[in-house]
């Protein structure tokens, strides 16, 4: 398996313009994780879904935060309108199960700049 | 709650020395813990954990952690570094549902 992929890798763009960020989870697990790394906050979890379907988003920032997962094999976050302070590695992670002995697998991340 | 401290930002250290990284933590539930090691420009690894037995876990690459419930700490420590080891480590706690909250992080820099 390839891993968890993320994409874009690198996204650029300016206050108030809708930010995308997609992801793949590895095949057969069946929770998926977003999380955001900042230098002040260091890494948070974001919302994490089971089957598609969302659990927990006490995580999310407000309400310019959103997430889907259509299917299995996709989620995406979007944030609507960004705002300089959004800017952040975001980490997409993926697991069997939600019990301590399942690990979490990493995507590489997708570093976000709003100017 | 559950929170974890890792009490140094930065640690610079010369190839083949030793090496600790602190982290303490609090939970006043069943406690599971965890190093994850972040290299340049990618997602973090797990590295080692402690779920229950034994209180010193061993990494593929030389590592190992010990868990002590009295001082609430899990450092990690390596007795020779290289330079493949310079990367960022985060310890985490979880509970039994399996939510990780992370520590800031450490910034490992192993010099020639």
């Known amino acids: 398996d390839a891993g968890v992929i993320q994409s874009p890798r690198h996204e650029v763009t300016e206050m108030g313009q809708e930010v995308t960020l997609r992801c793949k989870p590895i095949?057969?697990?069946?929770?998926l994780f977003w999380y955001r790394q900042t230098m002040m906050r260091g890494l948070e979890l974001l919302i994490y879904?089971?089957?598609?379907?969302?659990?927990?988003d006490s995580g999310m920032p407000e309400d310019r935060f959103s997430a889907k997962m259509p299917n299995a094999s996709f989620s995406t976050l979007k944030i609507q309108p960004s705002e300089p302070r959004d800017s952040a590695v975001y980490f997409c992670a993926s697991s069997l199960g939600l019990a301590v002995y399942n690990e979490q697998f990493f995507g590489p991340g997708t570093r976000l700049t709003v100017l | 709650a559950q929170s974890v401290t890792q009490l140094d930002s930065q640690v610079p250290v010369f190839e083949e020395a030793p090496v600790e990284l602190r982290c303490n933590y609090s939970?006043?539930?069943?406690?599971?813990l965890f190093w994850y090691v972040q290299y340049p420009n990618q997602g973090l690894q797990l590295l080692l954990k402690?779920?229950?037995?034994?209180?010193l876990v061993e990494s593929i690459n030389g590592f190992e952690a010990e868990f002590n419930k009295s001082q609430t700490s899990f450092h990690l420590r390596k007795p020779s570094v290289h330079i493949s080891d310079t990367a960022e480590y985060f310890c985490a706690v979880s509970d039994r549902v399996g939510k990780l909250i992370f520590g800031q992080g450490t910034e490992l820099s192993v010099k020639p």
């Open positions: 939970s006043s539930v069943s406690v599971y």
């Open positions: 402690y779920l229950s037995g034994s209180t």
């Open positions: 095949s057969g697990h069946d929770y």
């Open positions: 879904f089971n089957n598609n379907v969302p659990i927990d």
